[in-house]
Nanobody
Framework: QVQLVESGGGLVQAGGSLRLSCAAS????????MGWYRQAPGKQRELVLS???????NYADSVKDRFTISRDNAKNTVYLQMNRLKFEDTAVYYC?????????????WGQGTQVTVSS
C-alpha cells in the first residue's frame, strides 16, 4: 500500500501562484510516475501534470507554460508549482502515484486538496 499526503491548496486571486506538495509513504518501492490530477464540479477528473522516476513529464495543454512539476525521488515527494492561475484552474487537486506490481500498474490517490482561484 502507498499513502499519499497532499498539502498546499487554498484560495488565491487570479494571476497568483500556489505550490502543492505530495509525499508518498508506505510501500514506496517501484513507484514509477507521480503526478497531479484535478476535478472541477460537474467535470471528469483530468491529468494536470505527471513525472516519471526518470524525469519524463506529461501535461495538459491548458497548463503549459504556467505549471511545472518536480520530484524528489529520495523523498518520494512531488511538487506542483502553479503560476498565473486562472479562474478555470479551480478544482480539487489529487495526487497520484503509479506503482509497478511486476505485471501492471496500480493507481494510488491522495485525499485531494482544494484550489480556488478568485476572478
Amino acid at each position: 500500500q502507498v499513502q499519499l499526503v497532499e498539502s498546499g491548496g487554498g484560495l488565491v486571486q487570479a494571476g497568483g501562484s500556489l505550490r502543492l506538495s505530495c509525499a508518498a509513504s508506505g510501500s514506496r518501492f517501484n513507484i514509477d510516475a507521480m503526478g497531479w490530477y484535478r476535478q472541477a464540479p460537474g467535470k471528469q477528473r483530468e491529468l494536470v501534470l505527471s513525472i516519471t522516476s526518470g524525469g519524463s513529464t506529461n501535461y495538459a495543454d491548458s497548463v503549459k507554460d504556467r505549471f511545472t512539476i518536480s520530484r524528489d525521488n529520495a523523498k518520494n515527494t512531488v511538487y506542483l508549482q502553479m503560476n498565473r492561475l486562472k479562474f478555470e484552474d479551480t478544482a480539487v487537486y489529487y495526487c497520484n502515484a503509479k506503482k509497478f506490481t511486476g505485471i501492471s500498474f496500480l493507481d494510488y490517490w491522495g485525499q485531494g486538496t482544494q484550489v480556488t482561484v478568485s476572478s
